[in-house]
Nanobody, 120 residues
């Protein structure tokens, strides 16, 4: 019904930058909160940042001042600009969206994940 496709991950040196994108498609009536989670090897998945439909944002303390989340409602897309990347940012990054599906209810949908590796 709804698919999320992520792009933008890769290998970057410490101090570098990346931008992640996640686009939703399908039977979408509206999208509420959009967000990014990450999971490093051997660790639990954690919230990185999210953005409400009205534009208010929330960030994990570890990324404040370095990451910026934004959304384009016309394109059903969420972005995350990441700068001053550190090795601790290495993880698989997942987008998530709260979607009201046409003629149905509200469900959370997840992207397939994109690998971000910060290493020299």
């Amino acid at each position: 019904q709804v698919q999320l496709v992520e792009s933008g991950g890769g290998l970057v040196q410490p101090g570098g930058s990346l931008r992640l994108s996640c686009a939703a498609s399908g039977s979408i009536f509206t999208i509420y909160t959009m967000g990014w989670y990450r999971q490093a090897p051997g660790k639990q998945r954690e919230l990185v940042a999210d953005i409400a439909s009205g534009g208010s944002t929330n960030y994990a303390d570890s990324v404040k001042g370095r990451f910026n989340i934004s959304r384009d409602n016309d394109k059903n897309t969420v972005y995350q600009k990441m700068k001053d990347l550190k090795p601790d940012d290495t993880a698989v990054y997942y987008c998530v969206m709260g979607v009201r599906v046409i003629m149905k209810g509200v469900y959370d949908y997840w992207g397939q994940g994109t690998q971000v590796t910060v290493s020299s």
